[in-house]
Nanobody
Framework: QVQLVESGGGLVQAGGSLRLSCASS????????LGWYRQAPGKQRELVAT???????NYAHSVEGRFTISRDNTKDIVYLQMNSLKPEDTAVYYC??????????WGQGTQVTVSS
């Protein structure tokens, strides 16, 4: 089973940018669907961006136009470029596959804090 490790979070002012990384222990290209999720304090975890093996992508309405998910097959990493950050983007961000989500398997995530 592929292991995924998130990194790149931090503290940023509103309007700033961060790039999150999701490193895979295996061939990232072999993963059919991979998503970035986030969970804010007191809220349910939500899917914010998805990338498919074909290269297609989907975004939640709340981040569309500001976030970009991409994949580097040579490095086995999936990125989440986050621009024009807002305080409401503050959350712990996770990358995961639908299969792992189904079994409730999550990594440690990476904290993103956006100050106003």
């Amino acid at each position: 089973q592929v292991q995924l490790v998130e990194s790149g979070g931090g503290l940023v002012q509103a309007g700033g940018s961060l790039r999150l990384s999701c490193a895979s222990s295996g061939d990232i290209f072999s993963i059919n669907v991979l998503g970035w999720y986030r969970q804010a304090p007191g809220k349910q975890r939500e899917l914010v961006a998805t990338i498919f093996r074909s290269g297609g992508t989907n975004y939640a309405h709340s981040v569309e136009g500001r976030f970009t998910i991409s994949r580097d097959n040579t490095k086995d990493i999936v990125y989440l470029q986050m621009n024009s950050l807002k305080p409401e983007d503050t959350a712990v961000y996770y990358c995961n596959t639908p299969q792992a989500v189904m079994f409730g398997n999550w990594g440690q995530g990476t904290q993103v804090t956006v100050s106003s």
